[in-house]
């Protein structure tokens, strides 16, 4: 009776999933998805570098729009392609069989 309450119980709640083994079958895949989140930093920086390079020697405002955008859109995608690795490899890892 208590096993079935517990049961119940746990329906509602939402479990979160381990995180990613050290030994994973997919070393490259993990490796490659933090790459591509160092990058995003690397290009966050770096545009927010050129921006404000860019703004006092700027003719017009388009220039800085497209440097704003770049800096904002690259490493978004960038990180956000390195987290879809990962969720990749979650969803692998959660729907192997248990031994």
Do not use: C, Y
């Not at 096993?3 to 083994?21: H, M, Q, Y």
């Amino acid at each position: 009776m208590a096993d079935d309450l517990d049961d119940i119980l746990e329906v509602g709640r939402r479990k979160r999933s381990p995180p990613l083994r050290a030994g994973s079958d997919f070393p490259a895949l993990q490796i490659i998805a933090g790459i591509h989140k160092v990058i995003a930093v690397i290009a966050f920086v770096l545009g927010v570098i050129g921006v404000l390079l860019l703004v006092p020697l700027a003719n017009n405002g388009m220039a800085v729009v497209a440097a704003v955008a770049w800096t904002l859109l690259v490493p978004l995608f960038l990180w956000g392609s390195g987290e879809l690795i990962l969720v990749f490899l979650r969803i692998e890892q959660n729907t192997r069989p248990d031994p």
